[in-house]
């Protein structure tokens, strides 16, 4: 199964060695007659001038050939015109892949089966399917794949040491398809190692990550670096030595800086162990208070990796005001394609027009690269929803071009991957941009979050973080609902500049879909457009559970190919009770405080 | 560890084959000069008449004889007169203790350490821990151990046929305690024989299961019978042939009844997959719907097993109608002593006072026996709270003898326990007599139950169960809270003799701690003591937490030895934990429901 490369009826040969023998292949394979013209100083960019005698002249660094050639290959495959001279280049240096993958062969928050890397403890992969899903990243146009999970627990923190071997013949295996290997790492390996400390600023520790790099690197000279995810959730780092996240990044950096390798530190750290009761501390505020302070002082080879919202991956969160605010430090963006809060890959959730919203209010040039929690693994379809694969590859070409058009991707890869007639491809184009909203709907009302089932994140429980240790919470009461984060609230938005702050601050002008995240209301609050709030969740979750009604049969009419239109059936269907609990026990909930009852006169069950 | 027989210091020996050379042995042991007459027709029964010559005539059947012997021991320990004739025969045949334990060594609801009867697949124990043991329940007067859980999961299924001779070997051990043992059996085991049904009317079932009987006895003479779950929480039963409970029941007691075998049929059969939105459904009702219309239809070998409450051992529930309206049935009551609902052992809570309100509603003769799940469990101390013993105890004389006095059966305990100086035992047995109003007072208010957390049962969560699947709601809203169980609500207080309807029926008349239980009311609801409702739960959430306080402090006080002064130190400090998230996160549910604020100005936390 090649996903979207499905009418790419040849397999890749597993002995090709670089990007342009493997773009050579494709194009041959593909019956594309072209002249390759290798200029390294271009590296992943490409121009592609189409020659009188219909050969194309492909000009790029090694990778931007190989991306040339899946343009030109998937541009044929869409009926694309190609014609006409075109030239590309990536905005962002490093498009990178997170997957939670453990070395046990679960994922963390994977909803698409077991690993494709690791099984009981060891790495463990079927070569075809790296062979396929190295095409399918570099076809998207992405370049880094992190295969080990952030949580890096054992044998996975002796990844370095004891499995660089199969570390290695991973790395050559997506070589050439322009893909380069990251790992996490454990930011308390040289405990393990006969040194007494992990203190960033001790030169034991120095030299022991000098060391490691430089045997790592031996075995794979062009590994991206280092991810690492500390003092948070339980995780090792800097903190126990009373040092400072500089501190840490940048002693990694410069072990990892002969080599050309990044140190991508994630910015994920705030108190995971809230008492409900305390209403000083707001966990949004987190990432800010850890990191803004320390502007400037990384290293080079450093990269915050930031999520995208101060939270954690909710369906409707503002941009992070730490990819606003660190103007000195390298940033990278971090999304999530798992659907661990956006419904678990049974739900639909097509995400590009969320991130498109996030780019709205993000300057591109803020960040220097993207990372996306990976959503595939090793169900036949890689994805679990075969319609999840949307966000793999559109997630491919926004991490290149932040400016590429919603509609445009999603239709580009719904006609690449089914090939539908123009109106069944509309369609389904259609309801896969609209299914983000409807998810929103009846989930989680106006960016209130949180509502959900504790740790499994999946389906309704309107109080279930309420009591919890987690910092996130609603207290909805018989009055009003939501957190002040204003000024004059928690102060969470002071940490934005003064355009940001002006258009969310006053809740008679903030938008809608995020007045919950940032302001607490009373149910008779006024809308913009005259409803009552109370009345306005009960219209979105009434008109969530309608629209999913609506997908389902809009999908029911489609005729996707089997084994996907089986396993969309039973997906729809599961949609379809969870769409419907959610709406009710939302509505209950809201009702049961506010007394309110439905304007139009529909059930709310008591 | 002897636990109440501490002060035994010698062990029994293993070569005893029979309850008289068994009391024999403890009598020498203990010093007491005694004549055993054996009376057959006595059985558990005796009669001690001290001679003038100091020497003790003990009269009953063989158990009867041990029995005797233990009420001499014990009453020497506690230091009471033994110099007046006194008589004892039991009220209830059968004091059966039922261990929910799998083969695998775990053991469902169980918070004291592992399995002391399985391991790994296999019957697995330690000799001497079942002589303590053994011991440990005669010195109660409890006479049946059923060893395996009524979920009978593989291997368990198989317990009869693979592992009869190590049950046999168990059934040894426990004789001469006068214990025998009972099997919880699977319904379906004749499809695991080459048999197409498990149908209770077909021959080939009821001649599957006579020589399966035939078979056990013959290995194991005294077995007490079989304990079933059947048609409850997805285990299978007579429902899916269309055969009534009385149907299958009678099938196995006819199988049964040439061994002098009974068959235990437990009653907790509801539907588990209840919709939240069903009002029609209640569940408290589903036990009498089951089984009450079958009243005179069950074989003389069968016994129904009933828990004490329509729910499922909340902290307070009414009596079950079942208990009260089966007149033509032999019943048993089933209590926990596994605290699923009460504290996990961690939190203290003492079931005596309970109990006794149990009897308070239920007329002794309703019943012929009494059945309690397992506290116990691998931990060095059995019980893992040490302060849970008791209720293993006194379980014990309550059911020799309903109308055992609370205060004077725990203080027994306690004497026989600790030997503390008279006013250190009056502390400690005030405590443990208050525990269970203590809980009480901090979990769900005045029989609401349920407020706890999912699947865990253990700290407050209280939405946890109200959207869920499980027939449990209180459908709290902002003016009001419970559900209308009278007449004109779901009617299950129709299932009710007329005497204890009219008790229950009127919510100015209702006692207090039934109210929310029966009936649903407004948060201004006057109690009888002229608090409001709202009031009163904030009243009895702040007391409960002072109480656990005050609790700790006495604890502080008493001479504990080790290990177990370091046990309930911890322990204590879990509950105060427990008792403080219970008090606050109650409180600020009622709170933003209501809006009330609380009259004495307390904390509740917005």
Redesign the interface.
């Known amino acids: 199964m090649n996903l979207w490369l499905n009418r790419l009826t040849h397999d890749v040969p597993a002995d090709l060695k670089d990007p342009v023998q493997l773009a050579c292949f494709e194009l041959d394979s593909a019956g594309i007659s072209a002249e390759l013209k290798e200029d390294a100083s271009m590296g992943d960019a490409y121009r592609i001038d189409p020659q009188q005698n219909g050969v194309f002249l492909l000009t790029g660094g090694k990778t931007g050939l190989l991306y040339a050639a899946y343009r030109l290959i998937t541009a044929r495959l869409c009926g694309e015109r190609t014609d006409v001279p075109l030239s590309s280049a990536p905005k962002y240096a490093l498009r990178m892949i997170n997957c939670w993958d453990n070395m046990d062969g679960s994922v963390e928050r994977g909803y698409a089966g077991r690993s494709l890397f690791f099984d009981n403890g060891r790495i463990a992969y079927d070569p075809e399917r790296m062979l396929t899903l190295g095409r399918l990243l570099a076809s998207a146009g992405l370049n880094v794949l992190c295969v080990n999970n952030v949580n890096v627990h054992d044998p996975a923190q002796r990844l370095l040491e004891d499995f660089l071997p199969d570390l290695a013949s991973l790395a050559d295996l997506f070589r050439p398809f322009g893909v380069r290997l990251m790992v996490s790492v454990d930011f308390s390996s040289p405990l393990r190692h006969g040194i007494p400390t992990a203190d960033p600023l001790d030169d034991r520790v120095r030299n022991w990550w000098r060391d490691t790099a430089a045997h790592v690197y031996a075995a794979i000279p062009d590994l991206a670096g280092f991810l690492v995810k500390a003092d948070s959730e339980g995780r090792p780092g800097p903190f126990s030595y009373g040092r400072s996240h500089a501190d840490g990044a940048n002693m990694l950096a410069d072990a990892l800086k002969p080599w050309g390798g990044y140190v991508v530190w994630r910015c994920f750290v705030y108190n995971c162990r809230q008492d ?2 305390d ?1 000083k501390t707001d966990r949004p505020k987190a990432a800010w208070e850890h990191y803004a302070h320390l502007d400037g002082e990384f290293a080079g080879n450093v990269i915050l990796q930031v999520k995208h919202g101060p939270f954690d991956f909710q369906v409707r969160e503002p941009l992070s005001p730490l990819l606003l605010g660190m103007k000195k430090t390298l940033l990278a963006m971090e999304l999530q394609l798992a659907q661990e809060y956006t419904g678990h890959q049974i739900d639909l959730y097509t995400m590009m027009p969320m991130w498109k919203e996030l780019f709205e209010e993000l300057p591109a040039d803020n960040i220097m690269s993207v990372a996306a929690v990976a959503n595939f693994g090793n169900d036949e379809n890689y994805t679990g929803h075969p319609l999840a694969a949307v966000n793999l590859y559109t997630y491919g070409l926004l991490a290149w071009d932040p400016e590429t058009d919603a509609e445009g991707a999603v239709a580009r890869w719904a006609r690449l991957t089914y090939g539908f007639a123009a109106d069944q491809e509309q369609a389904l184009v259609s309801l896969l941009l609209s299914s983000r909203r409807t998810y929103e709907k009846y989930t989680a009302p106006l960016g209130i979050g949180w509502m959900i089932t504790p740790h499994d994140h999946y389906g ?5 973080y309420e ?1 919890d240790l987690w910092g996130t919470y609603h ?5 009003a609902v939501g957190i002040d984060r204003t000024h004059d609230g928690t102060g969470y938005l002071d940490q934005y500049p003064e355009d940001f702050r002006w258009k969310y601050a006053d809740p008679e002008t903030c938008p809608d879909l995020y007045l919950l995240f940032y302001h607490r209301l009373p149910y008779g609050f006024r809308m913009k457009d005259g409803r009552t709030l109370i009345q306005r969740i009960y219209d979105d979750h009434f008109e969530g559970y309608d629209e999913t009604v609506a997908m389902a049969s809009v999908l029911g009419t489609l005729p996707f190919p089997e084994p996907d239109a089986a396993v969309i059936r039973e997906r729809i269907d599961r949609q379809l009770y969870n769409a419907r ?1 959610w709406r ?2 939302i509505n ?1 909930f809201f ?5 309110v009852p439905d304007a139009h006169g529909r059930t709310i ?2």
């Open positions: 409900w009761r209403t309704p429980n309107p109080s279930g009591y207290k909805a009461d018989r009055n609990e009710d026990i209950t009702h049961r405080l506010s007394g069950y008591d």
